[in-house]
């Protein structure tokens, strides 16, 4: 079994289930430098690797521990990014939330657009308490996007992640659902 993910509409974009067939837009994003330059992730080289973790989603969905959705335009049918709630913990009813745009579609309001529907769903379909993010020091679009929404700051971990050679700090933004 599964889980059932909807597809959501907003007024420039469709929100779909991805599928195995959504290689493309994952390695269009993770084979950026600068879609990654706040991400712990080292940049694909080949498409194997976005097989890779386009079956590590969709395992996800099997195992009923994740949503991920591709974020479509409506006016030209183009795939500008993917995003959802992971790691999901029934138990203590939360989740991480993750999301990215391919760069010439930054800034263009579709990630506010979009999050609001992933947080909506996480609150009212999932019933979840928590949602949580981890940023990257400097990564003040996503910083903006969850704190307009009403995301805090909870934790800075020094040096939590290692990846290109280095450690990196992560902020832990969380929202509580009342
Ligand atoms: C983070 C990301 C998804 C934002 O997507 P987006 O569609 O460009 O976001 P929006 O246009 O909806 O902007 C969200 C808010 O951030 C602000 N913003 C956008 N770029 C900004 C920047 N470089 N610096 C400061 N604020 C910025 C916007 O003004 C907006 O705030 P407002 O509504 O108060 O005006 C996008 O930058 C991205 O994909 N980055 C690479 C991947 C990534 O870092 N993902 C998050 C990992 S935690």
Redesign the pocket.
């Known amino acids: 079994m599964s889980n059932s993910i909807p597809t959501f509409e907003t007024n420039r974009l469709i929100i779909r289930e991805m599928k195995s067939k959504d290689v493309d837009i994952i390695y269009s994003?993770n084979s950026s430098e600068?879609?990654?330059?706040?991400?712990v992730r080292e940049v694909f080289r080949s498409k194997i690797e976005a097989i890779d973790k386009l079956n590590f989603f969709l395992d996800g969905h099997k195992k009923e521990t994740a949503y991920w959705w591709v974020f479509t335009l409506k006016d030209t049918c183009e795939d500008i990014?993917y995003?959802g709630l992971f790691d999901i913990s029934d138990e203590h009813s939360r989740a991480e939330?993750?999301?990215?745009?391919?760069?010439k579609?930054?800034?263009?309001?579709?990630?506010?657009?979009?999050?609001d529907e992933i947080l909506e769903f996480g609150k009212s379909s999932l019933s979840l308490h928590k949602i949580y993010?981890?940023?990257?020091d400097g990564?003040?679009?996503?910083?903006?996007?969850?704190e307009?929404r009403g995301f805090e700051k909870e934790a800075h971990l020094k040096e939590h992640s290692y990846t290109n050679g280095k450690y990196w700090d992560e902020t832990i933004y969380s929202l509580i659902n009342k």
Not at 97 to 103: D, N, R
Not at 105 to 115: A, D, P
Not at 139 to 146: C, V, Y
């Open positions: 994003f600068s879609c990654l330059k706040y991400i990014g995003g939330i993750g999301y990215g745009i391919l760069q579609h930054w800034n263009k309001g579709y990630m506010s657009e979009i999050i993010a981890y940023i990257l990564n003040h679009a996503s910083i903006k996007l969850l307009n």
